[in-house]
């Protein structure tokens, strides 16, 4: 059973930085990407970054591109997600998610989703 878990949300002034991190189980996470995804209030999901199997090559949105970075540790089965110069408009709760294919190009895994993380971006 695929259980994901995200932590390291909060609120943080814009401009400035946060890293998510997703601790993942009940698969075996070197062989998928995995993917950030958001949902801000009164919006469906998008997703915003994602990483292959190895970690080698990423995907993001253009509304991120730039700012954020995702990456993964295959030893510790984490993904992480380092946002920087954040905005009042990345405020949304941020989960990660499984891919089905181990390419950054795969789509997510609509069965596999962790509980979020909120991440709000207010002076």
């Known amino acids: 059973q695929v259980q994901l878990v995200e932590s390291g949300g909060g609120l943080v002034q814009p401009g400035g930085s946060l890293r998510l991190s997703c601790a993942a189980s009940?698969?075996?996470?070197?062989?998928?990407?995995m993917g950030w995804l958001r949902q801000a209030p009164g919006k469906g999901r998008e997703l915003v970054a994602r990483?292959?199997?190895?970690?080698?090559?990423?995907n993001y949105d253009v509304s991120v591109k730039g700012r954020f970075t995702i990456s993964r540790d295959n030893a510790k089965n984490t993904v992480y997600l380092q946002m920087n110069s954040l905005k009042p408009e990345d405020t949304a709760v941020y989960y990660c998610?499984?891919?089905?294919?181990?390419?950054?190009?795969?789509?997510?895994?609509?069965?596999?989703w962790g509980q979020g993380t909120q991440v709000t971006v207010s002076s």
């Open positions: 990483v292959g199997s190895n970690g080698g090559i990423t």
């Open positions: 009940g698969f075996i996470f070197n062989n998928y990407g």
């Open positions: 998610a499984k891919l089905l294919g181990d390419t950054p190009y795969s789509p997510a895994d609509l069965n596999s």
